[in-house]
């Protein structure tokens, strides 16, 4: 089954794929580990392989193999892989600029939306790409908003988001209670005397080693939620600020296991993901077991 990033757009239900996604959070285990294999190409490009896409239940599991070109449109190009999980079957074969842009944005939406006050209702975007868009689509699913600005280094990109856009990265920190920064940068764009107590951010920039869209410091002082620790400290935003898993209160499975409270009002709270390969998975079995013969290419590779 080939599933190209319109019949995934198509498919996409978003009260559906939320829920697979908080249920494989709880269900998701660190066994066998979750491999992120990443390497510079000549240019300015780069290629990661996510493997393997494992979840309890689900007989089949996931490969994806993406490269990285930040001027290019869309930046994310490359293919997952879904197969079975006992012969090795080849399933699926999925768009991976589209498959992720939506697993990524709405598993940022769900952490937003469980970690974020109740009473938070100014939503404010740094960076206005692709990740901003899946991830507000998801956010406008579970609570409404009061107010929504973004700032974005392209002002038309940003209008397309919102029509409420903001001077800087800074503004939008300011006058927002719920901050979601999207960037490709390497330098941080906020720091601690830049947020306040009660305020939530999540950061998405920070995958792979040397991009970091927060400080140090504002790392430090902030209560700090990550999707996996070793991945954090090896290819996140922990380790790309010099920071150890000491730095991180605990993971987004204990919140939604209820190990972990959700809200600390005394100082900023932080997601700050790297994406797991469970969450490949988790989407494309949804599409694979949703998909019918009509609405998808199919083709035998061994014909």
Known sequence: MVLTRSRIDALID????????????????????????????????????????????????TVKVNAKFPDAIPALRGVVCLHDLHTGELLALADSASLTAWRTGLAAALATHTLAHPDADTLGFIGAGAQARTTLAGLRHLRSWRHTSAYDLNPARARELTPHLAGDARAVAAHSDVVVLATWSRQPVLHGSDTHAGQHLT???????????????????????????????????????????????????????????????????????????????????????????????TIDLLS
């Open 14 to 61: 978003i009260g559906n794929v939320l829920a697979l996604l908080r249920e494989g959070f709880r269900a998701s285990t660190a066994s066998p580990a979750p491999l992120r294999i990443r390497t510079d190409l000549p240019g300015p490009g780069t290629a990661t392989c996510l493997m393997p896409g494992l979840l309890p239940g689900v007989p089949a599991y």
């Open 203 to 297: 950061s998405l920039g920070a995958d792979e080693p040397g991009k970091n869209e927060l400080s140090t410091d504002l790392l430090r002082s902030a209560r700090v939620i990550v999707d996996d620790l070793d991945l954090a400290c090896a290819a996140g935003a922990l380790g790309n600020a010099g920071l150890d898993a000491d730095a991180a209160a605990g993971t987004l499975t204990d919140v939604l296991r209820g190990d972990l409270p959700a809200h600390d009002q005394s100082r900023a709270s932080v997601y700050v993901p790297v994406g797991l390969p469970w969450q490949d998975l988790a989407l494309l079995w949804w599409l694979h077991q949703h998909a019918t013969a009509t609405q998808v290419t």
